[in-house]
């Protein structure tokens, strides 16, 4: 009997850097493939009626992440991505919220297939990131199919 499963898992590296240039600070945390984001996968196998991913958004909502999930809870912020990169079985999606995008107590992020509403398909929450009015906050988000 032949047996295979698909997984898909991800993980964010977020960056806050100081006006200066400095990196204040750096974390890697693991997310949430919701059942939206699934759905949109496998509707993309058959035709492209969906878009693709296009869009970060970050927030200062703290309720868990759960597979329901279909907005960030207090959303802060949302940017376009800045690169979008397929390397064999993983997408890396990079995006920035620069001086006065997102500013406060950030404490989750969502990946999204439109400026604003749409299909998400990722949501994590972490321990809080303070982004300063005047730092910038860059994610890489991980996509991976094993």
């Known amino acids: 009997m032949i047996?295979?499963?698909?997984?898909?898992?991800?993980?964010l590296r977020i960056t806050v850097t100081n006006p200066?240039?400095?990196?204040?600070?750096?974390?890697?945390?693991?997310?949430?493939?919701?059942?939206?984001?699934?759905?949109?996968?496998?509707?993309?196998?058959?035709?492209?009626?969906?878009?693709?991913m296009s869009h970060m958004?970050?927030?200062t909502g703290t309720t868990?992440?759960?597979?329901?999930n279909t907005a960030l809870v207090t959303e802060a912020g949302r940017v376009a991505l800045t690169s979008t990169t397929v390397t064999a079985n993983?997408?890396?999606?990079?995006?920035?919220f620069g001086a006065g995008t997102g500013t406060g107590a950030i404490t989750e992020a969502g990946l999204f297939n439109a400026s604003s509403s749409g299909t998400m398909l990722c949501r994590t929450v972490f321990s809080v990131i303070n982004?300063?009015?005047?730092?910038?906050l860059g994610i890489t988000w991980t996509v991976t199919v094993n």
């Open 64 to 68: 868990a992440a759960a597979a329901g």
């Open 131 to 136: 982004k300063g009015a005047a730092d910038t």
């Open 20 to 52: 200066e240039g400095n990196i204040t600070q750096e974390t890697v945390i693991p997310n949430l493939v919701v059942t939206a984001g699934k759905n949109l996968i496998a509707s993309r196998l058959k035709d492209t009626t969906d878009a693709a």
């Open 3 to 11: 047996q295979d499963s698909i997984k898909m898992t991800g993980e």
């Open 90 to 96: 993983a997408v890396a999606y990079v995006a920035t």
């Open 57 to 59: 958004a970050i927030g």
